[in-house]
């Protein structure tokens, strides 16, 4: 028997016979069911409905402010006459 | 006998049709009740379920892992993730078709991650084999423990779809079904990897010291 793959099918015909162990598992089956019960995103989706309207407002206010100061320097120099008396 | 417990004492994979089953898909009107109580949140109809299909299931997944406490868990998750896609069962075929699919899934999954855990520990190992005992003169058991160490020394790919050839004498049909991938893509793999086993076995000596 010089071909390696012959050898491997009679050795697979003598290990299917072969008797197998067998487990119970229906308890923790159901077991594992309840306690990995799916995961709740109810909270989650509420800090991030908050988070989310936490920064619209931030924005809301920022935006507006962002675009009156677009030239710096304008803005640096109404600052400095604002100090001046 | 119910279909359901002729088949478990059979081992044949698809009951026989009788008046007590579906003879349009071969669900058994045993597992079509629990599996609708089970979706419903009945716990003691799904535990039915794995109470039929339990032995079976261990039997396919002591080709995955050789150790008992390994098996119990794989048998297991198998079950548990069996419950959490339920809804996804389309009762096309029998329920022990859909969950041998569920089970090669969950021994290829934990082939891969135990090959990604040891593949920094096991470069330049050596190979299992050293000698090459006739099979004639094994138990089953030592010839199921001797195949099982040749095929460990390959690839996941490569191992399942060999596994599944040698151990469950699969078809390449079945293979393609259970993997979800082509039949072509079984068919390429399983010459590659027996050619890769054969290049393996000669390598670790075979032809020289045969049946030692």
Redesign the interface.
């Known amino acids: 028997m010089n071909d390696p793959l012959r050898y491997v099918d009679q050795l697979a015909a003598q290990a299917r016979k072969e008797a197998i162990p067998s487990v119970s598992v229906s308890d923790r089956v159901l077991m594992r069911i309840r306690n990995e019960s799916p995961v709740s995103y109810g909270p989650l989706a509420w800090i991030a409905a908050g988070s989310a309207a936490i920064a619209a407002g931030i924005t809301a206010f920022v935006v507006p402010l962002i675009q009156s100061m677009n030239s710096p320097l304008t803005a640096f120099f109404q600052m400095s006459l604002s100090y001046i008396p | 006998m119910n279909t359901a417990a002729m088949a478990i004492k059979t081992g044949i994979d698809t009951p026989m049709v009788t008046p007590n089953s579906n003879p349009v898909a071969g669900i058994i009107d045993d597992d079509r009740i629990d599996i609708k109580a089970s979706i419903n949140g009945d716990?003691e109809a799904?535990?039915r379920l794995?109470?039929r299909y339990?032995?079976l299931i261990?039997?396919q997944m002591?080709r995955f892992t050789r150790d008992?406490e390994q098996?119990?868990h794989l048998?297991?998750d198998v079950?548990?993730e069996a419950?959490?896609s339920l809804h996804g069962y389309k009762w096309k075929a029998p329920f022990l078709h859909w969950i041998r699919r569920i089970a090669t899934r969950v021994g290829y999954r934990f082939w891969k991650e135990r090959s990604r855990d040891t593949q920094y520990l096991d470069h330049g190992k050596e190979s299992h084999i050293d000698s090459?005992p006739n099979?004639?003169t094994?138990t089953?058991?030592e010839?199921?423990e001797?195949?099982?160490s040749?095929l460990s020394d390959l690839p996941p790919d490569d191992r399942i779809v060999l596994t599944l050839l040698?151990?469950e004498?699969c078809s390449t049909k079945e293979i393609a079904e259970r993997l979800k991938w082509s039949q072509s893509l079984v068919k390429v793999r399983a010459f590659r990897a027996?050619k890769k086993?054969?290049k393996q076995?000669?390598h670790a000596g075979?032809?020289r010291n045969?049946?030692e």
């Open positions: 716990g799904y535990a794995v109470r339990e032995h261990s039997q002591w008992k098996l119990e048998v297991q079950f548990v419950y959490y090459y099979p004639e094994q089953p058991s010839a199921a001797y195949l099982y040749i040698y151990f004498e027996r086993l054969k076995l000669e075979y032809g045969n049946h």
